[in-house]
């Protein structure tokens, strides 16, 4: 009966130290995720999650090696060659941009439709984790794979808040940013004004998509004629290098400070052209 009497204390001490731990265990911190650089989050705008910054350098550098030595076993002008190896180590950098600005301007015309489909869900009566799961069916196709894997993660582990914040990550996208934080909100905070709030984002997005494609139409001449008069006389420098006594000239001290100072001006004036042309942007200050 002692012996007995004894293993049931036992049993009992160590039920209570069970309760007692999982009662006093702290919550989960939310996870912080280091910012990444500067490169990295173009890389990440631009859809290319498959690379990093360090690869896009070994790129750029390879790029600018290859066209300097072209160049050079062409028309054996050293102060040309170092003109073009440097196009060519910008090319990369170049197109990443080009192809984060594309993809900026995909997705300004599709986070409309997101949210339409979120505030469905929504009003249906669903879960936020399976609002956004669904979008990798029934979203639009250039998102469905960050949202199915946001599915997938949520699936192993459960942990929503995480995986919202890997969500932002594969979305790199300033709107997705807004809509993941409300969505976070409504979920640790609660409230019955979810659906309100995502119909009239949805009006404001397709409201700023539609002024931005007027104005983006009117303005474009400004992004084609920088870019011509940039490129002219480059090109033709390099029609001209054809001919030796052009080449023997821009070897010349006096010849290299012209292509100093014209490549300072054509990049300044690419520069100016721009801005001017440039229409606000929305940063990413919700990471």
């Not at 002008?77 to 170092?82: K, N």
């Not at 600005?101 to 979120?118: Q, S």
């Not at 409201?207 to 400004?222: F, I, M, P, S």
Request: charged share 20%; with cysteine.
């Amino acid at each position: 009966m002692t012996e007995s009497g004894a293993l049931l204390g036992l049993v009992l001490g160590i039920g209570l130290l069970l309760v007692w731990r999982s009662g006093s265990r702290a919550p989960e911190p939310r996870r912080t995720p280091r910012r990444a650089g500067r490169r990295q989050q173009l890389l990440s705008a631009a859809g290319l999650t498959g690379i990093n910054a360090a690869q896009l350098l070994a790129l750029q550098v390879g790029l600018g090696m290859l066209a300097l030595v072209i160049v050079l076993l062409t028309t054996g002008t050293v102060t040309v060659s170092l003109v073009f190896g440097l196009f060519g180590f910008s090319l990369p950098y170049v197109q990443v941009r080009r192809l984060a600005a594309k993809r900026t301007a995909d997705l300004r015309e599709v986070w409309p439709e997101v949210v339409d489909n979120l505030a469905s869900a929504v009003r249906a009566g669903l879960s936020l984790p399976e609002a956004l799961s669904a979008l990798s069916s029934r979203g639009p196709e250039v998102l469905r794979a960050p949202f199915a894997r946001f599915a997938a993660e949520y699936r192993s582990t459960g942990r929503f808040s995480v995986c919202l914040d890997r969500l932002k990550d594969d979305l790199a996208d300033p709107v997705g940013d807004r809509i993941v934080e409300t969505l976070r909100v409504a979920r640790e905070v609660g409230g019955t004004d979810l659906g309100r709030v995502l119909r009239t984002l949805a009006t404001f997005l397709r409201e700023d998509a539609r002024a931005r494609a007027e104005l983006e139409t009117r303005q474009g001449w400004v992004v084609s004629a920088a870019r011509l008069a940039v490129a002219a006389p480059w090109v033709v420098l390099l029609l001209l290098a054809t001919q030796s006594t052009t080449l023997a000239a821009y070897d010349s001290p006096l010849g290299t400070a012209i292509l100093l100072v014209g490549g300072v001006v054509c990049v300044v004036a690419y520069r100016v052209m721009l801005r001017i042309g440039r229409l606000p942007e929305d940063v990413r200050v919700l990471q």
